[in-house]
């Protein structure tokens, strides 16, 4: 008798679009997501089961277009598919459910409050982080956790993810040259977590402090 194995049948990654060709109409919806990921590649750098898309597509469904946040966190799953890395997110390959989905809204809405809210809550995705930069009203960032196949809104700016063991918030800073309201990951104590490049003036100051200038090292 022949083993039947479905997962046969379906298209590999490989052979899947890698974009829904949609380009970002806002140059934080690239950034925002992009300070995450290097972020969690600082703090996490030991482990090698997590994976961070950027503007990546999901597929759930060979027969449907993917859905393609601006980011998404993945636990569980290999960091690194191959030295080819990953052209998007096959969830019968990964065999993992993202656990967060992000949106940057951008002065276009494009429906983050409405179809894509409700077809990140049909896959079953834990959370699900909006940011608004151009909220002056209500909060500019919301953090929805799906309970019951609902998403409630969580109280706070800084909200604790306990799932993922990191918090989530917004504060001003400086990331790449540019002053403005980013998004960040804290500690259980509330503490955020440096960027790559707060951690490299914090080194350059150490080897001035002990007599060695951090230029001359270059």
Not at 20 to 34: R, S, W
Not at 52 to 59: E, K, L, Q, R, S
Not at 97 to 113: C, D, F, K, W
Not at 174 to 199: A, D, H, L, S, V
Request: with cysteine.
């Amino acid at each position: 008798m022949l083993d039947y194995n479905p997962l046969a049948c379906m298209p590999s990654s490989e052979e899947l679009p890698d974009s829904d060709e949609t380009p970002v109409d806002n140059e934080l919806q690239d950034l925002i997501p992009g300070l995450l990921k290097a972020i969690l590649a600082i703090i996490w750098a030991d482990r090698m089961d997590w994976f961070f898309g950027v503007d990546m597509g999901i597929y759930y469904d060979p027969y449907q277009p993917p859905i393609v946040p601006d980011g998404f966190l993945s636990l569980g799953v290999e960091r690194f598919y191959d030295e080819n890395l990953r052209p998007s997110y096959v969830l019968w390959e990964e065999e993992k459910l993202p656990i967060l989905a992000l949106e940057v809204v951008s002065h276009n809405y494009r429906n983050e409050y409405s179809t894509k809210k409700d077809e990140y809550a049909k896959l079953g995705i834990l959370y699900y982080v909006v940011y608004n930069p151009t909220r002056r009203r209500k909060p500019r960032l919301e953090v929805h956790k799906l309970i019951n196949g609902v998403y409630k809104l969580q109280d706070g700016n800084i909200v604790w993810l306990p799932e993922i063991g990191l918090g989530i918030g917004i504060e001003r800073g400086t990331y790449q040259g540019i002053t403005r309201e980013w998004m960040y990951w804290y500690n259980q104590q509330g503490k955020r977590f440096f960027t790559p490049e707060e951690r490299a003036q914090i080194l350059a100051e150490r080897l001035r402090e002990m007599g060695v200038d951090p230029d001359s090292l270059v």
